[in-house]
């Protein structure tokens, strides 16, 4: 099993940053990916962005060039830098962890969300 504590979603205005950080733990394999999908009311959860233990990045088109996911091996934790957020990428967030290499779609444990808010 795998753990996964997200942290850093709230308020922001249109234009503004936040940072999402998710800290895994349990039994994680060497070979793994981790990453961040969302959804946002009436909608499907949809991948934002993953990144594997590698360092190789999958980012949906909607936020490339504004947000940037990278991670911290030793500590098992990736971390979601967004810029110029819009207020379609109002949505709860959700931590994503796949042991294994990665393959498309979202691997098997899930952290709790948090709320992210794009609004004036």
């Known amino acids: 099993q795998v753990q996964l504590v997200e942290s850093g979603g709230g308020l922001v205005q249109p234009g503004g940053s936040l940072r999402l950080s998710c800290a895994a733990s349990g039994s994680i394999f060497s070979i793994n990916a981790m990453g961040w999908y969302r959804q946002a009311p009436g909608k499907q959860r949809e991948l934002v962005a993953v990144?594997?233990?590698?360092?190789?990045?999958t980012y949906a088109d909607s936020v490339k060039g504004r947000f940037t996911i990278s991670r911290d091996n030793a500590k098992n934790t990736v971390f979601l830098q967004m810029n110029s957020l819009k207020p379609e990428d109002t949505a709860v967030y959700y931590c994503?962890?796949?042991?294994?290499?990665?393959?498309?779609?979202?691997?098997?444990?899930w952290g709790q969300g948090t709320q992210v808010t794009v609004s004036s």
């Open positions: 994503n962890h796949r042991n294994g290499p990665w393959v498309p779609g979202p691997g098997a444990y």
């Open positions: 990144i594997t233990n590698g360092g190789a990045t």
